[in-house]
């Protein structure tokens, strides 16, 4: 364990560009789980796109939020953000270890109506309630309703809270224990931390803890 020093910087985000705070975040908020979302423009056009902002709020009824932020460079939107404005259907896709690599490689700014799908090689899987595709080769997949878009701010690295109601979830039988519980060493979940850094949830990264009681 890294030995604290007794003073502290005290750092007002006001007071340093906003660049410098989100690296701040991204470093100290992790590691963050992934949402790799499927969209759908009013043409048809599929969108494939990850996000670290994002998790779990509730399970009655089923809850997630991501946020697709405005650009912090030209303080534009996504096209994920764009598209859940005309469709407000997402598919919300796991990303394990051996997906990875490509889910990253999906993140760069490919021109609207460009399917990440073919440009980085997922499969596109048709869903059974919403139109946006899954992604066939994520051993767990979300089909979502968006409740409500929540817009934080209209300046650069502003957030865009996107409120999804789970309406059925694909799980892959291979990552299952015999209890019927997803087990994290079958999964093997990635998660995002600060700069290019990446976690691994699985080998000597697991352990556990008594709950009290």
Excluded: W
């Amino acid at each position: 364990m890294v030995s604290l020093p007794q003073e502290y910087l005290h750092i007002d985000p006001n007071e340093i560009s906003v660049p410098k705070f989100h690296h701040l975040m991204l470093g100290a908020i992790a590691p963050r789980p992934i949402a790799f979302a499927s969209t759908i423009d009013l043409q048809g056009n599929p969108n494939l796109s990850p996000f670290s902002f994002f998790n779990a709020f509730g399970a009655n009824p089923p809850i997630v939020v991501f946020s697709p932020s405005r650009r912090g460079l030209d303080n534009t939107t996504k096209h994920t953000y764009e598209n859940i404005k005309e469709v407000p259907e997402v598919v919300i896709n796991a990303v394990t270890f051996d997906m990875v690599q490509k889910v990253s490689d999906s993140s760069a700014d490919f021109p609207k109506g460009v399917n990440e799908f073919n440009m980085v090689g997922f499969t596109m899987q048709p869903s059974d309630l919403i139109k946006p595709f899954r992604v066939k080769e994520s051993p767990v997949q979300f089909e979502c309703k968006v409740l409500q878009v929540i817009e934080t701010g209209d300046g650069p690295a502003a957030g865009n809270l996107v409120i999804c109601e789970i309406l059925r979830i694909h799980v892959n039988p291979a990552v299952m224990d015999d209890n019927g519980r997803i087990d994290p060493h079958k999964i093997d979940l990635v998660g995002r931390l600060g700069g290019e850094y990446y976690v691994r949830a699985s080998g000597s990264a697991l352990f556990e803890i008594a709950k009290p009681g």
